[in-house]
């Protein structure tokens, strides 16, 4: 990464203002968090700081409040995680601007760390308002970009504070763009990669940003589906983005070209509904009957994928290989999982709903890396530039 990092400006003594993604999957009815991965993965950053006696003053958003206050989506439960894994004191604060939040600033103290309230709470948040960038800007001596997963995003504290104090990147940050980086620039080849979920529309640019870097694509989730219809294949009542079927069949002419192998399942697992009691049916992929619709990879294709894994050096996964959530259409997704964590390649797994996944099969620790963005790994693989990152300041 050319940009500079919190290494690279003094941080000690300082008052470092650090954007970070604590948007965390928290349970409705407990309130508890369910995965913490996005507040581990902000540990050396921090720790980083602390060692440097600076004053640390955290941001962050969470869920999608639109400008207004709401209670759920307040950052306290996340300050009290941090608390626990630091073994210190962190202060929330009950809003990110105004005067009381800069008279407690102002009293704190060399190593102190305090959480502002969810950004989100401000319109000028995702507005990007430069005069909210700036009230956020006075907090600090220097920001310090540890969000990834929200690096896609040109909100006030992620790109337009840069416009008013020295901008670098912290150490997440900085491994995030370097491990995605080298799956575009160098792979150890054969590289695959492996995509699923609902939507192919989510998966086009990346698609087409790997051609000619990738080996084989495997495909599989709800996305498997549209690519089948393209190639003639009667897919029953599976949801189908009818509007991308000419994509996925450019898509594959492409990949042809490209000596790129693409696999789509030659089996699935069918139901006449997606839901928790009802039936899960092995059929061929060519056998689908016309009232249901696919909701996993079948057991034929779990090997054939399997196969082309195993003989790997680099792979990338992002997105279910069927509707994970229930237990009869996970199979696909399982195997997928484990078998990651035994392939002697560089293993990458993407954010969001797939990063949950290997950390709820406490497999996250056994792959290379585990992105903690999802829309953000998925631009950036897709050969956008990131606001958050170009913010920051170039390395000399
Ligand atoms: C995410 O979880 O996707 C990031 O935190 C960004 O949130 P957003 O998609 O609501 O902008
Ligand atoms: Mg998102």
């Not at 008052?15 to 009815?29: G, H, K, T, W």
């Not at 009230?135 to 840069?162: E, K, N, P, W």
């Amino acid at each position: 990464m050319n940009k500079m990092t919190v290494r690279d400006i003094k941080v000690r003594d300082k008052r470092v203002l650090v954007r970070v993604d604590f948007n965390v999957p928290v349970d409705p009815r407990s309130g508890a968090i369910t995965d913490d991965s996005r507040i581990r993965a902000a540990l050396p950053t921090i720790n980083y700081l602390l060692e440097r006696d600076a004053r640390i003053v955290l941001m962050s958003h969470r869920g999608r409040p639109k400008g207004k206050v709401v209670e759920e989506e307040r950052l306290a439960p996340v300050a009290r995680r941090l608390s626990e894994l630091l073994g210190k004191p962190v202060t929330a604060l009950d809003d990110c601007i105004g005067p009381a939040v800069e008279k407690a600033v102002a009293a704190m103290k060399p190593s102190d760390v305090v959480l502002l309230e969810n950004l989100r709470f401000h319109t000028g948040e995702e507005k990007g308002d430069e005069a909210f960038a700036k009230s956020l800007a006075a907090l600090g001596d220097i920001y310090v970009d540890d969000a990834f997963g929200t690096a896609h995003r040109a909100h006030a504290s992620i790109s337009v504070i840069a416009r008013f104090l020295p901008a670098v990147a912290g150490f997440l940050l900085e491994k995030e763009i370097n491990t995605l980086g080298g799956l575009v620039e160098n792979p150890a080849h054969p590289f695959t990669a492996v995509l699923g979920g609902a939507k192919v529309s989510d998966k086009v640019a990346l698609i087409n940003n790997m051609m000619g870097k990738v080996n084989a694509l495997l495909i599989g989730g709800g996305m498997a589906a549209t690519f089948l219809k393209a190639k003639g294949v009667g897919v029953g009542s599976s949801n189908v983005e009818a509007d991308l079927i000419d994509t996925a069949a450019d898509l594959m002419k492409k990949a042809a070209e490209h000596n790129v192998n693409i696999i789509l399942p030659a089996d699935v697992i069918v139901t006449p509904e997606i839901d928790f009691s009802a039936a899960a049916t092995e059929v061929a992929v060519d056998k689908i009957p016309a009232d249901q619709k696919i909701a996993d990879i079948g057991p034929k294709t779990t090997a054939a994928f399997t196969k082309q894994l195993r003989a790997s050096k680099t792979v990338f996964w992002n997105g279910p290989m069927g509707v994970v959530e229930m237990p009869q259409f996970a199979s696909g997704t399982k195997a997928l999982a484990n078998l990651l964590t035994t392939l002697d390649a560089t293993t990458v797994v993407g954010g969001g709903s797939t990063a949950e996944t290997m950390d709820t099969l406490g497999l996250a620790d056994k792959v290379t890396f585990v992105s903690t963005g999802g829309g953000a790994s998925m631009e950036f693989l897709g050969g956008q530039a990131l606001p958050g990152v170009t913010a920051l300041l170039d390395r000399k």
